[in-house]
């Protein structure tokens, strides 16, 4: 029983290395989208570059809402 448990724990705090690893990685890779939108903010194209495209078709998808309801 011992073995298993131990080995539980074993896959247990690998988990936990990756959560935080993963963790760690998402917030600095934010900081240099959110840096990258600023620096490019007045340049269309490079903006498209450091946000995102799920955020865009959410925002696109709820202007067209509300349009749809204005008319």
């Known amino acids: 029983m011992s073995i298993i448990n131990g080995h539980a724990y074993v896959e247990e705090h690998r988990k936990e290395m990756r959560d935080k690893a993963f963790t760690l990685l998402k917030e ?14 007045n340049d269309a194209d490079h903006v ?17 809402s509300k349009k749809e309801k204005q008319e």
Not at 28 to 41: A, L, N
């Open 28 to 41: 600095v890779v934010d900081e240099v989208y959110e840096y990258g939108r600023f620096v490019f903010r």
């Open 48 to 64: 498209k570059v450091y946000g995102s495209k799920y955020k865009r078709d959410r925002a696109a998808a709820y202007q067209r």
